[in-house]
């Protein structure tokens, strides 16, 4: 369950500030979160990450509060229970396919790479259709196909929330309707609680849950931003 | 580590241009400054040593470095001669002992020293192969000249004229190789030893030729008077000192006269070379005597005032090389921001974060430092002999 109560958050030195009175979510189901741009949905995203901190009230993901916890806790929680997947996927230039993949070991102690992960990355990229592509510098790949490879790394650390801001916002229609059919279909097998951002009405019907954000948010001023609904 | 390892691998692997510009600009901001002060300091010590092991040179006025330089090493430019008496009048004294140089002369590459026999043992060579200066016409080879021009004790070695328009003498002399001198790591491993004689066969003051007596040769005599026989240049000048002609070499002229390009002096004590230094103050004298410490403590002086400045230069240079790097690691971590922030953003530990991109910057300057040290050692390596190459003005 995501539980979410009287939480108040606000970028220090801006006018915008969030508050989210009370936001319930059981596990294992799959939500998707539309609303206007500038409203706060990434922030709340963030927030459910435990990446940004709320100044009042409390978050808890499966019995776990995250307000509680320090940075270190934090940071160790999102890598071994959230996985997330942004818009522009966010992936590192410089590294392959696989290596981006497998990012998330690499950079904590709190995860270790095993034979056993480098084979479930292969069986993931296997069912996402890269296959080929592992060893490909992820420049050289193309929106669609560095898409699925964002969402292989934000799967393979067996995540039980998966986070999605605009996930298939930067993708034409037939990846879009793809790369849905692939998310759905994992998050289905391996039981993954799903919470997507999005501004695609076209397909909300995919999701158990639509949640309009401004029937669960206060926000106090709305401060839009150029290119995204970030504050 | 190792995961930190791969990550600061796969990005300087990506990055490869733009490392290798700033590894080599690291390299060259530490390693210009070192190199210098090594090859200066390793140049320092292995010109003041050979001065050092050497009391007093006798030269003909002039230049005091150059007659030092070309009395310790050989292979400048020959100073001036003086008169063979000059070193006979060093004799007069019993505190003093001296042993002449010759230095006029090269065997291609190879300088060609005459002196006596005292200066092998002065320099403590000793013969490796074959035998010592017998005969006139004998030469005895450093251990490099017989191993680049691959010879052995039996074989000729032929000296080369001191110019091709020189019509007057000076004809090139074809010497006996007569042994090869164990390596002494010092300039005496690339000469040519002669004995003094020798030298002076090269200066065309000593020939032999074939007997004009005999009867055969009637026909190149010109004029006969007593012993006088004055002969045309049909009569054939040997340039080998061999067994059967070694008779006939004789000289002409004054043997104090024969030139000498400078004489070690060993003064038996302070109160002798006192003296002997005070003989030469006079500005009668057509010699003057050097003492080679000073002269070359004086040559490192410059070289070291130079050295200075070329520092100076470098670290003004090598500030500005390394705000330049600094520069470019900020902006390096700056056009990172936001692969930095993913890493943060999907629960990578801040320190692992941190322990990443501080190795990538110390890679880079590691590196730098380690490539600088690889120059270093081999300018510590080779640097002297180049630099004493540019102050003798020919190979080392």
Redo the contacts between chains.
């Keep these: 369950m995501i539980e979410v109560r009287n939480l108040q958050f606000e970028y220090p030195g801006r006018e915008f500030t969030l508050r989210v009175p009370s936001f319930d979510f059981p596990f294992g189901s799959t939500a998707a979160i539309t609303g206007p741009s500038g409203i706060g949905k990434t922030t709340f995203l963030l927030l459910l990450a435990g990446y940004l901190v709320p100044g009042e009230g409390k978050v808890t993901i499966n019995a776990t509060q995250l307000s509680e916890m320090n940075d270190r806790e934090r940071r160790a929680f999102r890598i071994r229970h959230i996985g997330m997947v942004f818009q522009e996927f966010e992936l590192i230039e410089y590294l392959s396919a696989l290596d981006n993949m497998l990012l998330p070991f690499r950079i904590t102690p709190e995860l270790e790479l095993t034979r056993e992960v480098v084979e479930r990355a292969r069986d993931l990229s296997g069912a996402f259709g890269i296959t080929g592509l592992m060893h490909r510098n992820v420049r050289r790949l193309s929106q669609g196909e560095r898409q699925r490879v964002a969402l292989c790394r934000a799967l393979l650390t067996k995540p039980g929330l998966l986070l999605c801001d605009e996930p298939t916002g930067n993708l034409d229609p037939v990846n879009k309707e793809r790369t849905l059919d692939l998310l759905m279909e994992t998050v289905q097998q391996s039981k993954t609680t799903l919470v997507v951002v999005t501004h695609d009405h076209l397909h909300l019907t995919r999701f158990e849950r639509v949640v309009d954000f401004p029937e669960i948010s206060q926000p106090l001023t709305a401060h839009k931003e150029e290119g995204g609904d970030r504050p | 580590m190792k ?2 390892l ?2 600061v691998g ?2 300087i ?3 490869r241009v733009k490392t290798i510009i700033l590894v080599l600009s690291i390299s060259l901001i530490i390693y210009l400054p070192s190199g210098l002060r090594v090859v200066v300091n390793e140049s320092a010590e292995s010109l003041i040593s050979r001065a050092g092991s050497t009391p007093l040179i006798l030269g003909a006025k002039g230049s005091p470095l150059e007659l030092v330089l070309n009395s310790l090493y050989f292979d400048t430019d020959a100073p001036e001669s003086f008169p063979y008496k000059e070193y006979l009048r060093l004799g007069e004294s019993p505190e003093i002992s001296a042993i002449p140089l010759h230095t006029r002369f090269r065997a291609g590459e190879f300088p060609i020293v005459g002196t006596s026999m005292d200066y092998f043992n002065y320099r403590n060579l000793t013969v490796a192969s074959g035998e010592n200066l017998v005969f006139l016409g004998d030469c005895v080879i450093g251990f490099r000249v017989a191993e680049r021009l691959g010879l052995e004790p039996g074989d000729s070695l032929i000296s080369t004229p001191s110019s091709v328009f020189n019509l007057a003498g000076a004809y090139p002399l074809m010497m006996n190789v007569q042994g090869i001198l164990a390596p002494s790591g010092t300039p005496d491993d690339e000469s040519v030893f002669v004995d003094l004689k020798t030298a002076w066969i090269m200066e065309g003051l000593a020939h032999g030729h074939e007997d004009l007596q005999q009867d055969g040769l009637n026909g190149s005599v010109l004029e006969r008077e007593g012993d006088n026989i004055i002969a045309n240049a049909s009569v054939a000048e040997y340039n080998r000192v061999t067994e059967s002609n070694m008779q006939s070499f004789h000289f002409h002229g004054d043997p104090g006269k024969f030139p000498i390009t400078a004489a070690l002096v060993f003064p038996g004590n302070q109160r002798a070379a006192t003296l002997l230094e005070g003989r030469y103050l006079g500005e009668e004298e057509v010699v003057h005597l050097v003492d080679p410490v000073e002269v070359m403590e004086e040559l490192l002086g410059t070289i070291i005032k130079i050295q200075n400045y070329m520092i100076t230069g470098i670290v003004i240079i090598g500030l500005s090389t390394l705000a330049t790097t600094v520069l470019v690691f900020m902006l390096s971590l700056r056009l990172r921001k ?2 930095i922030e ?9 320190r ?2 941190r322990a ?1 991109l501080v190795s990538e910057i110390l890679s880079v300057l590691l590196m730098g430092a380690l490539i600088s040290l690889i120059l270093t050692t081999l300018t510590a390596h080779f640097g002297p002999a180049i630099l004493k190459g540019i102050l003798l003005g020919g190979g080392a």
């Design positions: 995961d930190i791969y990550m796969q990005y692997r990506h990055h936001k692969e993913t890493m943060h953003k999907i629960g990578g530990a801040r692992r974060i990443i």
